[in-house]
């Protein structure tokens, strides 16, 4: 038998970041006979935030707080079909009453750092900070703060492996210059874990990556903060950066080879045409590989002096397209696997022209999920797998109308870089 949870006037959550309300919120329980690890339903009537969708759809939990002041956990939240907008449907593994055991999500207003505890994302900024002021007042840095910050991220990522779901909730909210090295940071530890490494490989990760663009404090804020296009003199400058960090966090022993490798080579590009070394495929440290694709996701989704901020989906897009060229296609797939390429929901155009939208996705084959077309031809099926008819797949995505010879990537300033997420 069923059971139904029905909540009304229900205010709607993502991370902590609120998303709108909902006239209904009804949770259909799981069916016994289906199996205990068979997810529940849900729908959602009268959803009031379908600009935000694709931001819902990027994320694992959702949080529903109702009139009367009770709070509810959606564990492993999916939206699987919006076909009809006034009642969006999904799965999920749970919907649990928060009660005293989430004292740490009660209390936190929209907008905070989400995964990442209150006390650790304080002392990743206050670490961050001492180690800009003191990157502007002296010739060295002292990489301990780091060290400790990183310790208690590693502890707490590897406690909550949906982080970088959630991370996105923080956009916006800080200085880019301090946010994006926690961000990237963490990102980056996700990702490591992702891909199975240590907790020493994670720390090392995760220190190179908290100090990954300090070099950036030494090149000319007329040339960081210019909105034009740079001269290749400027551009020249600005490649400077990974040695200049280095530099100042000089031959403290307290800063490991690996981290040193992520301050040095984050801007190497899988083919070899990045800088400083020009290297290329493996012979690129994998630490820092990895911070190259947490760099450049999160700086594609922060607003820029140069350009606003892409979408998720955007960067995501953006940064497929350069597999193999500038990102190492595994790392890669790894990072894509934490996210959704094409969301349910996310309209779409096929080969042909013909406009769709994405029912659901397929496991293991992000690019290749359920559409339902819009305006089926004659004896046309509405609804195409395209894990299986392998005659149809995606062009674009509305409502940026793309010609079927060319990928859709979005285009981005500063075309002398060469690179959306420079510096
Ligand atoms: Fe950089």
Partial sequence: MAEFLTLTDVQVFTGYCHLGSCREFVWEGG???????????????????????????????????????????????????????????????????????????????????????????????????????????????DPRAANEVINELVGEIIKAPNAVLNLLAIKHTDDYTFSHNINVATLAMVLGQALGLSRDQ????????????????????RILHKEGQLTPEEFSEITRHPRLGLDLVGTSRDLSAGAREVILQHHERFQ?????????????????????????????????????????????????????TQFDPEILRAFLGKLSVYPPGTQVTLQDGSPAVVLRGNAGLLIRPVVKLLKPRPGQPAVIDLARDRAHFIIGVAPHPVTPSAPPVPSVARRNSGNPQQP
């Fill in 272 to 324: 070899g045409k990045g800088y400083p070394h020009g290297q290329a495929g493996d012979r690129i440290p994998l630490l820092a590989r990895i911070c190259a694709v947490a760099d450049a996701f999160d700086a594609m989704t922060s607003d820029r002096p140069f350009r606003p901020a892409f979408t998720p989906y955007q960067a995501m897009r953006a940064m497929l397209a350069q597999a193999g």
């Fill in 31 to 141: 069916v016994p006979a289906a199996g205990p690890s068979r997810p529940a339903r849900f729908w959602l009537r009268g959803l009031r935030c379908i600009e935000d969708l694709e931001a819902l759809m990027l994320r694992t939990d959702l949080y529903l707080h109702t009139k009367d002041k009770r709070e509810y956990l959606l564990a492993n939240f999916q939206i699987t079909d919006i076909t009809d907008t006034e009642k969006i449907r999904g799965v999920a593994s749970s919907c649990r009453l928060l009660m005293e055991e989430f004292p740490e999500i009660k209390g936190i207003k929209p907008g905070e750092n989400v995964v990442v505890s209150k006390a650790t994302h304080l002392l990743a900024f206050r670490a961050v900070s001492a180690l800009v002021s003191s990157a502007h007042a002296k010739t060295h840095v």
């Fill in 202 to 221: 994670l720390h090392d990760l995760g220190t190179g990556a908290l100090l990954h663009d300090l070099g950036l404090l030494r090149v000319p804020g």
